[in-house]
């Protein structure tokens, strides 16, 4: 049953009018923010910091928008606590996790010791030990936007709402993003926190997300 419920969090296709009336009303007051980030001196990814947080906005493959905000909400000695809340018009979840992330080149690097998760509907469940033990896999996918890799990758200036990047790396993958998964093109930066996403945008153009807003301290827990 908990596999169930957290297959189907944030999935359902009911439309809530007050969440949709909220969402339009911030995505149409977004402006493009004229700041433009230098090119990146290295290739490495910086540490997570309790305090940070990105928020990225999405339009998903029905053309709806909606948005996703990654922040460091905590630490538990060698363990980070990132919180991740995913807002589209179905309303609003919320996925807290405590995980090291060892070096983060690859998905076997991180390890996922618990977690804490709130529907749309405001059901809470928690999974750790043998609970997390039966689930751990599921989890794998929403930490891949926290792998990173950006070693001889080509470099290409990206425009967000948030700004313009110079010297982004650029890959292809099949990105896994909060609710997204597809075969995307991504661009990355170091200066963005967290996951370093600049902007993604899925290969047949039905999907894809950009940078608004970014910090390195504010960050609070939902949960």
């Known amino acids: ?65 909606g948005f996703f905000t990654y922040k460091v909400v905590g630490q538990e000695g060698d363990a980070t606590w990132v919180e991740s809340v995913s807002e589209s018009y179905s309303g609003k979840t919320v996925t807290k996790m405590l995980m090291t992330l060892g070096d983060r080149r690859s998905l076997e690097s991180i390890e996922i010791r618990a977690v804490k998760m709130r529907d749309n509907r405001g059901h809470v469940n928690s999974f750790e030990g043998p609970t997390l033990a039966m689930v751990r896999g599921l989890f794998s996918s929403a930490v891949k936007g926290l792998v990173v890799s950006w070693q001889g990758l080509p470099q290409e200036d990206a425009s967000v709402i ?12 099949t990105a896994t993003f909060g609710p997204m998964r597809r075969e995307s093109v991504t661009w990355s930066h170091p200066a963005v926190p967290i996951s370093g996403l600049v902007k993604s945008q899925s290969l047949d153009g039905h999907e894809n997300m950009e940078l608004v807003a970014y910090g390195e301290t504010g960050a609070v827990s939902e949960l």
């Not at 947080?53 to 053309?63: F, L």
């Not at 700004?163 to 993958?173: A, I, N």
């Open 1 to 65: 049953m908990a596999a169930v419920q957290l297959l189907s969090l944030g999935c359902g296709s009911s439309l809530d009018p007050a969440v949709k009336a909220d969402i339009d009303q911030r995505v149409t007051g977004l402006r493009a923010s004229a700041e433009r980030i230098t090119a990146p001196e290295g290739t490495s990814v910086r540490p997570l910091v309790p305090g940070q947080w990105t928020t990225h906005r999405i339009i998903d493959d029905k053309g709806q928008p």
């Open 162 to 173: 948030a700004g313009v990047f110079v010297g982004c790396f650029k890959t292809q993958s």
